[in-house]
T-cell receptor, first 120, second 113 residues
């Protein structure tokens, strides 16, 4: 089974702190994603990465940065945490398949359990 | 990506089939229908996807209407563990789309004993 793990299930930080959220996957997936989930707003993509050292902005990248030094690990960084970054953070990974790919695993994203971050 | 409409919530009796509808009237020809679910305090879980043919796997069946404007996810024998929020997503299936998933409100399904 694919396993996506996140470093913490619950985290409490203070405003202005630098926060690191770690995500590790064990299936050699090329793609990794960071989302945040808030009531009434659904899942919103923060950043994604399709290869080591590659990153692309998602819909709401402001206030966040990411790091992908190794294929299995994708880190989300809050440079200076603010109260509006209190949220559930979800990491996901998937295979990268070209246009010729046809199996069901394409676009099937595997999610971690989430980190509930509270910024006081 | 096309917008989807799902009922906010529905109840289902344990052991019975659960039929979850989804409207996607603006779907375009190259867009697939995906279903995910999210059990409380867990990350979303992929269930099934399809283009125009009906699909079945070990978790569920997906019925897509001929005009592709709506679909139904069927859980054949609902169990208490199927209590979750179910999301219907419509999106293109190519690398240019960036692999992003956009979840709407979903349907909150409660399976009752």
């Amino acid at each position: 089974d694919v396993k996506v793990t996140q470093s913490s299930r619950y985290l409490v930080k203070r405003t202005g702190e630098k926060v690191f959220l770690e995500c590790v996957q064990d299936m050699d997936h090329e793609n990794m994603f960071w989302y945040r989930q808030d009531p009434g707003l659904g899942l919103r993509l923060i950043y994604f990465s399709y290869d080591v050292k590659m990153k692309e902005k998602g819909d709401i990248p402001e206030g966040y940065s990411v790091s992908r030094e190794k294929k299995e690990r994708f880190s989300l960084i809050l440079e200076s945490a603010s109260t509006n970054q209190t949220s559930m953070y979800l990491c996901a990974s998937s295979f990268y398949v070209g246009l010729a790919g046809a199996d069901r695993s394409y676009n099937e994203q595997f999610f971690g359990p989430g980190t509930r971050l509270t910024v006081l | 990506d096309a917008k989807t409409t799902q009922p906010t919530s529905m109840d289902c009796a344990e052991g019975r089939a659960a039929n979850l509808p989804c409207n996607h009237s603006t779907i375009s020809g190259n867009e697939y229908v995906y279903w995910y679910r999210q059990i409380h305090s867990q990350g979303p879980q992929y269930i099934i996807h399809g283009l125009k043919n009906n699909e079945t796997n070990e978790m569920a069946s997906l019925i897509i209407t001929e005009d592709r404007k709506s679909s139904t996810l069927i859980l054949p024998h609902a169990t208490l563990r199927d209590t979750a929020v179910y999301y219907c997503i419509v999106r293109v299936r190519n690398k240019a789309a960036g692999n992003k998933l956009t979840f709407g409100g979903g349907t909150r399904v409660l399976v009752k004993p």
